[in-house]
């Protein structure tokens, strides 16, 4: 991805810990920049890369948002 797009182009790489022996089933890639993804991407929601002699999923991963804060409790009345 480096040769195509840059070497600065990957920020960061998190990847599923697994046991020796076994592949990652899941990674997540930041890229430094939005216009990188929307190049792989070309339009599609979801594409299919082969990388090392293995096919790879990738999207554009969209963060949840948390959920709202709950305004505070009001205080119990008094008997």
């Known amino acids: 991805m480096s040769r195509t797009y840059g070497p600065d182009s990957i920020e960061a790489v998190y990847m599923d810990e697994v046991a020796p022996n076994f592949r990652p089933v899941f990674a997540r890639v930041v890229l ?3 216009s ?5 991407l070309n339009e599609e929601e979801k594409v299919t890369l082969v990388i090392d002699g293995g096919n790879v999923s ?5 963060a949840r948002r ?8 009001a205080p119990a009345a008094a008997p």
């Open 32 to 34: 430094r920049s939005e």
């Open 36 to 40: 990188t993804i929307t190049s792989i």
């Open 58 to 62: 990738a999207r554009r991963y969209v």
């Open 66 to 73: 948390p959920p709202p804060p709950q305004p505070p409790a």
